[in-house]
């Protein structure tokens, strides 16, 4: 009924460049455009933690402050997807990276991951030095 997948993990080298994407399937996300979407990620054995979103409309974003600057989260949702940008990646950011979903038209992007309904099944990224 509702499924994200996040696809464009792997392994680069500090400095490197990586761009993740969220593509949401499944009769929940016919109304994909009225949801608004967040890019998690659990670094090993840490916990998981905020990382970007985006709201419905892809006028208004949030974004960790260890990644400002050098991370973008965008949408396309005539393809039900999201994008993460990660530019001058470093071996902090080595994590496994889930994109999860919460439905809401509001303006701004909730950072709590209780909020978020539903979950993909992640994508490991590993950043070597």
């Known amino acids: 009924q509702a499924q994200l997948v996040e696809s464009g993990g792997g392994l680069v080298q500090a400095g490197e460049s990586l761009r993740l994407s969220c593509e949401a399937s499944g009769r929940t996300f016919r109304s994909f455009s009225m949801y608004t979407i967040g890019w998690f990620r659990q670094p090993p054995e840490k916990e998981r933690e905020f990382v970007a979103g985006i709201n419905w409309s892809g006028d208004s974003t949030a974004y960790a402050d260890s990644v400002k600057g050098r991370f973008t989260i965008s949408r396309d949702n005539a393809k039900n997807t999201v994008y993460l940008q990660m530019n001058s990646l470093n071996t902090e950011d080595t994590a496994v990276y889930y994109c999860?979903?919460?439905?809401?038209?509001?303006?701004?992007?909730?950072?709590?991951?209780?909020?978020?309904?539903?979950w993909g099944q992640g994508t490991q990224v590993t950043v070597s030095s």
């Open positions: 999860a979903a919460t439905w809401g038209v509001q303006r701004t992007v909730t950072v709590r991951e209780s909020a978020y309904d539903y």
